[in-house]
């Protein structure tokens, strides 16, 4: 026995020796040197933009990180995600190489504004970036229509909006040394560009058709970071492909205008569905949750308070209709104005971020048929005597069985009962019910009331 002891304690040290040894191999391994490769596929929403500011986050402080590409295919998005993304582009400590990406990919309106920020700007063949117009001044409209052949003057505030924009851009230009004047014209006219012209125009630094190309291309290059030279080495760099974890895709499903939309609706008419006909908390507690998810999806987007007070208004018209029934009047103008209201609850003309008409008429059609019919059914019921329990008792008719003082029986509902009078009774008089103890009833009559 002691013998394996002493055994024991001469192998701890080289236990530990060996631990040590492998701790310190292990550590050149763990300190490989990364390029955590993003993507931004779609319209750019507040989804995106999270999942961007959290990697770029994510990503400065990670010492073995020495760079980050990030590819785009965009047709635009919300121009608040856009500041957003650009705010943590622009406050990174290490380069943000853009890649339009893959071919046939595009980078416009925000996509071109993403582009202009990042340290180094790249795109592969056969992609496109430009049309960087606001919407509100590009000529977008609401259904599909298009623009009139002549348009109107601008308004004061278009103006504003889009000598914002040119300023915008142009600032990026001038940071990143890029093409100012083609900036403003993809933000004035609406102008765009091959991967080929705008190679030769100076707007994007580099062709590469992949991440691994990219890197290859830009190993040894110098660029600026917070006006401090900086040479890429990129040789040995290993590419880290970064996709949204559950999170950002839970706000990318809520932060669809329609799914919370709908989310806002179920919510409303699960509360008012709890009040109308209280139960065990069911229709309650979920109209609860959807609510709150809904109002926490609608802070990330950009909500035109007038269009959700109308929605309100309308549905309080609706439930007013199944209140107190009206001829209509109530239910004809809840229903206006809970489409309207619908129309104008997303401020914006970006159709990637719009409710769909058909399922704002379809939703006002059924809103409509259940408040009025269905709300209007609970309240009736609700309303209705009670016949059943001991509330239904209370104030019932009941007949004396045989003549008693103070203590007796009576017949009510085809049941013999214990009684309690405080006067004299006499068989067969008709007694009412005036409070239930248990198994027993108090009782009162009057003289010269009878069974016939």
């Known amino acids: 026995m002691f013998h394996w002891i002493y055994r024991i304690v001469l192998l701890l ?55 980050i590409i990030l590819t785009l295919d965009t047709p635009g998005g919300l121009s608040s995600s856009l500041r957003v993304i650009n705010q943590q582009i622009l406050s990174s400590n290490i380069p943000i190489l853009c890649l339009v990406y893959p071919q046939g990919a595009r980078a416009a309106s925000a996509g071109t504004y993403i582009l202009y920020a990042c340290h180094i700007a790249a795109m592969a063949s056969a992609t496109t970036l430009g049309a960087a117009t606001p919407v509100m001044i ?35 230009a001038q940071l990143r040394g890029r093409n100012e004047e083609w900036a403003e014209l993809a933000v004035t006219e609406a102008a765009t560009m091959s991967a080929q012209e705008a ?9 590469a058709q992949n991440p691994e190309e990219l890197l290859l291309a830009l190993d040894g290059t110098s660029i600026t970071i917070d006006e401090h030279p900086l040479v890429l080495r990129l040789t040995a760099a290993e ?16 932060t669809d205008p329609n799914i919370a939309y709908i989310l806002m609706l ?26 709150l998810v809904a109002l926490y999806a609608f802070q990330l ?55 769909s008409r058909k399922l704002i008429f379809f939703i006002a059609i059924t809103s409509t048929l259940f408040t009025v019919f269905i709300l209007g059914y609970f309240w009736r019921v609700r309303q209705n005597k009670v016949v059943s ?24 509902n085809g049941e ?34 009878y069974r016939k």
């Not at 009139?148 to 308004?155: R, Y």
């Not at 190679?199 to 062709?207: E, G, Q």
């Not at 035109?304 to 209709?321: C, D, M, Q, R, T």
């Not at 006499?426 to 009331?449: C, D, M, P, R, W």
Request: hydrophobic content about 50%; aromatic content about 10%.
């Open 301 to 355: 987007l950009p909500i035109n308070y007038a269009g959700l007070a109308l929605l309100i208004f309308g549905i309080s018209l609706l439930v007013l209709e199944s209140l107190v029934p009206s001829f209509g009047v109530f239910g004809f103008g809840g229903l206006v104005a809970f489409i309207i209201g619908s129309i104008f609850l997303i401020d914006t003309q970006q159709e990637y971020f719009q409710i």
């Open 266 to 291: 179920l919510g409303i008419y699960g509360l008012l569905l709890e009040f109308y006909s209280p139960g065990i908390g069911v229709a309650g507690v979920t109209g609860a949750i959807c609510l």
């Open 13 to 67: 040290p080289l236990m530990f020796s060996t631990q040590l040894m492998t701790a310190q191999t292990s550590v050149p391994s763990a300190a490989k040197i990364q390029v955590p490769v993003l993507s931004i596929k779609g319209a750019i929403g507040p989804a995106v933009s999270d999942y961007i500011s959290q990697e770029i986050i994510l990503a400065n402080n990670k010492p073995q990180v020495i760079a």
């Open 239 to 254: 590419l880290e492909y970064r996709t949204p974890d559950w999170r950002n895709q839970f706000i990318a499903t809520i």
């Open 416 to 449: 013999r009962w214990a009684a309690i009078s405080r006067q004299q009774l006499i068989q067969g008089q008709i007694v009412t019910i005036n409070a239930v103890t248990g198994l027993t009833l108090l009782v009162s009559g009057e003289k010269g009331n």
């Open 389 to 412: 329990g001991a509330e239904a008792i209370i104030g019932a008719n009941a007949e004396v069985i045989d003549s008693f003082s103070k203590q007796g029986f009576v017949l009510f």
């Open 199 to 207: 190679l030769a125009a100076n707007v994007i630094n580099l062709i």
């Open 138 to 172: 590009g000529g977008g409209f609401p259904g599909g229509k298009k623009a009139p052949e002549q348009p109107s003057e601008p308004t004061a505030m278009e103006k504003k909006v889009l000598n914002d924009s040119v300023a915008y851009i142009r600032s990026l």
